[in-house]
Structures are given as structure tokens and as C-alpha cells.
């Protein structure tokens, strides 16, 4: 059994998906088809942009969707469809990219949601007033521990569980900051801030989860082709209303992905297909399941390999 997954904020990247565009009309039309979504030319930005820009989160968020639905389209011109995963999964923002791919949302409105969704997260909290930081050599428990600890009033919660050793917490700055010196009191390996612009998957950005309320009851959302292993829940969901819900309640809810591919190894799942920029979530996978293999599709060489792998 395969599953499809999707890379979240962090695997941007200046030329990302040029080649596949380059490469193949199916894969250009996704950007052609974000760009016009947006009334702007975010492909230009992405292929001959600045880095600083592209990271802005309303710019990363539906820049790395178009990059993943590119691959999954050059996918499909090689014979490949949705279907020959038995699920798909998406780490944060990748969710919405896993919902496009298996055509519960499409790409227009993707794009559109992303866009409203990244600029929501960045509104939700002051510039400075928020951090993230990643505690690695702690599990979940005992990260979950240090951010209630560290919390003193504040807010400082378990916002990613990424894979066995690394857990990101999330919050206002100092108590961030507090998580830090005391994962390392208690042993972690390793405990940094992160360079991001906003606190993410936490109660702060409850201001985001009301506007992205209003953009997904707006938005049609069918049943996905595969079904979808939800981040805040952990196992795979397929009904629409269901969906909506959870995409909400994902804007302060944490990424449970360590479990998400834990459930998909229960299920079956042999093989993971990383399916857009970089290979962040392959190396994540590979330390929560030995067993199963990993295979990321960025390149034109990576979607030929790919679809010769299935016809072998």
C-alpha cells in the first residue's frame, strides 16, 4: 500500500517545480491556474523571486501547494493517478494540497483559501509577540510537559509532533523562550527558535480559525477520490463536512503527524510518495516507521523514476 504526502512551510524554495513546468503543460497549467486564482504572478515569484518573499507565509502557503499539485499532475501525464495511493496526508498547509490532489477542493480555490489562510495566521498576532521553537530528543509527553511548564499564564502548547525526537511548541515569545531553557534542563538534544513570523498551531491563532470559518463555508468541498488522514485527528476522513470542520479547528490544533503516519504503517502503508518541495516529511516518516519506504517527486527525474517504479 502507498500513501501520498504533501510538505508544509519550511520546504519553500526559489526555482521550485520550474523544471516540471518546463517539463511537462499539465504541470505549468497548475501555476497559470494559481496565478490567475490570485490575480497575481506568484509563479514569478517563486522561479525568479527573492527568498524573503517567498517565505512570507501568504506567499509560501499557495506557492508550495501549486509546486506539489504540479507534481501530481506530471504524475497523472505519466499514467499515475490520485488512485494509486491509498491515502494521502498533508503536514499542515499540505493538507490542503493532499484535499486538491484527490480533487475534494480545486486548485483555484486552494489557492485562494491558502492565501486568505496565510494572511490570516500572520494578522492573528503581532510581529514579536509570538514564537515557535523545536525541542528535539524529547517525545511528545515530555515536550507536551516542558510547554505546560513554560506556559506561567501564558500560552505555550505542543503544536507540532513532527516524528519520535522532535516536537515544536508554540506561543507567546517568552514562554517560548522559557520552553527552551527547560527542554534543555531535561535532556533534550537540542532546542531552538524557529525562524517563522507567526506562532502556529496554537490558541493564539484563534482569530485565523473564525476568518478561515467564513473562507471554507464559502469554498464547495466534495468527497475526496483517496481518503484524507486529517492532521488534528490522526486517521483518514472523506466525508465533506467533516473536512470543513477539521480545517478549521487544524489552525490552532496540533499537526499529528507522528501518529498520522503511525496509523497509515496500522493500515498498511508500505511506501510514501513526498510529493512536491524538498524532503523534509520523508526524513520524518523514515524516523517514525523503519519499515516503511520513502520516495520524493520534485523533479522530472523523480516523476519518470516514479511512474517506471509502478509499470516495473
Known amino acids: 500500500m502507498r500513501a501520498f504526502v504533501f510538505p508544509g512551510q519550511g520546504a519553500q524554495a526559489i526555482g521550485m517545480g520550474k523544471a516540471l513546468a518546463d517539463a511537462y503543460p499539465a504541470a505549468k497549467a497548475v501555476f497559470d491556474e494559481v496565478d490567475d486564482a490570485l490575480g497575481e504572478s506568484l509563479s514569478a515569484l517563486i522561479w525568479e523571486g527573492e527568498i524573503e518573499q517567498l517565505t512570507l507565509t501568504r506567499n509560501a502557503q499557495p506557492a508550495l501547494m501549486a509546486t506539489s499539485l504540479a507534481a501530481m499532475r506530471a504524475l497523472e501525464a505519466e499514467g499515475v493517478t490520485i488512485e494509486a495511493a491509498s491515502f494521502v496526508a498533508g503536514h499542515s498547509l499540505g493538507e490542503y494540497s493532499a484535499l486538491a490532489a484527490a480533487g475534494a477542493l480545486t486548485v483555484a480555490d486552494t489557492a485562494r483559501l491558502l492565501r486568505i489562510r496565510g494572511t490570516a495566521m500572520q494578522e492573528a498576532v503581532p510581529v514579536g509577540v509570538g514564537a515557535m521553537a523545536a525541542l528535539l530528543g524529547l517525545d511528545f509527553a ?17 503544536a507540532n509532533d513532527n516524528d519520535p525526537g522532535q516536537v515544536v511548541v508554540s506561543g507567546h515569545k517568552e514562554a517560548v523562550e522559557r520552553a527552551v531553557e527547560i527542554a534543555k534542563a531535561k535532556g533534550a538534544k537540542r532546542a531552538l527558535l524557529l525562524p517563522v513570523s507567526a506562532p502556529f498551531h496554537c490558541e493564539l491563532m484563534e482569530p485565523a480559525a473564525r476568518v478561515m470559518e467564513d473562507a471554507l463555508n464559502a469554498v464547495d468541498i466534495s468527497e475526496p477520490k483517496v481518503p484524507v488522514v486529517a492532521n488534528v485527528e490522526a486517521r483518514a476522513v472523506s466525508d465533506p463536512a467533516t473536512i470543513r470542520s477539521l480545517l478549521v479547528e487544524q489552525v490552532t490544533g496540533s499537526v499529528r503527524w507522528r501518529e498520522s503516519v503511525a496509523w497509515m504503517a496500522e493500515q498498511g502503508v508500505t511506501e510514501a510518495w513526498e510529493i512536491g518541495a524538498g524532503k523534509a516529511l520523508s526524513g520524518m516518516i523514515k524516523r517514525i516507521s523503519r519499515e516503511m519506504g520513502t520516495r520524493a517527486i520534485g523533479t522530472p527525474e523523480d516523476v519518470a523514476a516514479a511512474a517506471e517504479s509502478l509499470r516495473g
Open 142 to 158: 515530555g515536550a507536551t510537559a516542558v510547554a505546560k511548564e513554560a506556559a506561567q499564564g501564558q500560552v505555550c502548547q505542543a
